[in-house]
């Protein structure tokens, strides 16, 4: 038996319950609705100089076994969420997430150095 996908009322019914936030920047998590959902890796996003002003190539680590590369020639308003857009003939939509406490962003807290690291030393009182 054939299921049919219908990605629109997947998207509708995903924007009422998921954390989704209104940016895509390199560090993100995406959801991806195409055939299925999965999820992926914002790698890179660079500008596709090749084509006028407005397109991107958006590079994601997709996280599947194995995880797999791809990099998509996607305009801002198809990699933010914004719409849905068609690869290959079929429908697809990526919106990134918005996990409470995440921040790809944050800075790492740097480890402490030898020198820092030293064990307190005891003062002998006579």
Known sequence: MEHDFDVEKI?????NIMPFKDT????DIVLVV???LLYAVVSNIE????KRDG??????QLLTVPPKQVVWTLREPQFTGQEIFTMGGEK??????????WSPHVDKPT???KKAAK????????
């Open 92 to 101: 697809r939509f990526v919106k990134a997430m918005a996990f409470e406490g």
């Open 24 to 27: 895509t920047v390199p560090g």
């Open 11 to 15: 998207v509708r019914d995903l924007r």
């Open 47 to 50: 500008r596709d100089i090749a």
């Open 34 to 36: 195409a055939d299925h």
């Open 119 to 126: 064990r307190p030393v005891l003062k002998v009182v006579k």
């Open 55 to 60: 397109w991107w190539h958006l590079t994601l």
């Open 111 to 113: 480890l402490p150095t």
